[in-house]
């Protein structure tokens, strides 16, 4: 049994009709997503806006109600409620936008210390002592601790981000585009921070994104998902080196390549896919566009379905 396995999971938002208010249908945020993660390893969730990435992280930590399927972590089935919250401490999530995801009338100590106050009966002192040394931990001098978040450049807030998440010594981070809303200057240093953070606090990660180069960057194995779905799964080197199903295939092929000679590698690879799409539509593709012909179904994020033709 690997560190997290997902069976099969559905989240379906119900939406609400008419005067009684009552339930006319459903949205299937997520519909049989499957996956596996070992320990220490990084996961990459991928799919385009609204495909079900945040919905399936959000099933996971259990901030979504999940309608069926079964997630089991380190061993325990925590696809309910009330199993989960014993394992709550385990599992922290990074938010995507370090400006809306720390509140601001609050100074860095509180923020960081949150966790802790919830978790860990500490005395003041010990309190203090513990956030410093997190946030000297994230790079962040340790004076910090009486500023506020306005205070900071946005790398440094997605830095108190990760001193929250890590405050209790989660052993699964659910990563929720941590870097998305930065700065592509900072995106690396955030990213390799938190690699090197991961091999010290032996630290697994659900690596939720749309930029396929960052993905690669991060991650052991992906995901790739649509509309709810899982369209393809594979380790990066699958992914990246030999993709399967067409959606994946336009998704690598619309990753920039500045070496010339790749570039050039890579427009040929365009033209195939770009001729392979074209002739194979309908293999792929039920009346709606949705890639249900092809199992396992996936998410991704970084180019939309363009209309047939
Ligand atoms: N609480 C909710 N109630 C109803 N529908 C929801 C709810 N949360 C999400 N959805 C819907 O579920 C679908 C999947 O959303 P989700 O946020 O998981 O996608 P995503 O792939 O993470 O997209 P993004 O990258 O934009 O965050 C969307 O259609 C969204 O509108």
């Not at 709550?88 to 802790?116: G, T």
Request: aromatic letters at 8%; proline letters at 4%.
């Amino acid at each position: 049994m690997a560190f997290l396995e997902v069976e099969d999971l559905k989240v379906h938002f119900p939406i609400k009709g008419g005067i009684f208010g009552r339930t006319v249908d459903y949205v299937r945020a997520v519909d049989g997503v499957s996956l596996s993660l070992e320990k220490g390893k990084t996961y990459g969730l991928v799919g385009e806006s609204g495909s079900g990435k945040t919905t399936t992280g959000r099933a996971i930590i259990g901030l979504n109600k999940i309608t069926s399927g079964k997630v089991t972590f380190d061993g325990n089935d925590i696809s309910n409620l009330k199993s989960r919250s014993e394992v709550r401490k385990d599992v922290q999530m990074i938010f995507q936008d370090p400006y809306s995801s720390l509140n601001p009338k609050k100074r860095v100590i509180d923020i960081v210390a949150e966790p802790l106050r919830n978790f860990e009966k500490l005395s003041k002192k010990e309190e203090k002592i513990r956030v410093q040394e997190l946030l000297e931990l994230v790079g962040l001098s340790p004076e910090s601790i009486l500023k506020y978040p306005h205070e900071f450049s946005g790398g440094q807030r997605q830095r108190i981000g990760i001193a929250r998440a890590i405050a209790l010594k989660p052993k699964l981070i659910i990563a929720d585009e941590p870097v998305s809303a930065l700065d592509v200057s900072v995106q690396a240093q955030v990213l390799n921070f938190m690699q090197d953070i991961q091999q010290e606090l032996d630290l697994t990660y659900l690596f939720i994104g749309h930029d396929l180069g960052v993905i690669k960057h991060m991650c052991d194995k992906i995901g790739i998902m649509y509309k709810g779905r899982y369209v393809e799964e594979g380790t990066t080197e699958e992914i990246f080196n030999n993709p399967q199903h067409i959606y994946t295939k336009r998704l690598v092929a619309a990753i920039p390549d500045i070496d010339p000679k790749r570039r050039q590698e890579q427009t040929q690879f365009r033209q195939e896919v770009k001729t392979e799409y074209e002739q194979s539509y309908n293999d792929y593709f039920d009346d709606e566009g949705l890639a249900y012909k092809l199992q396992p179904v996936t998410d991704t994020h970084l180019v939309a379905l363009p209309e047939k033709g």
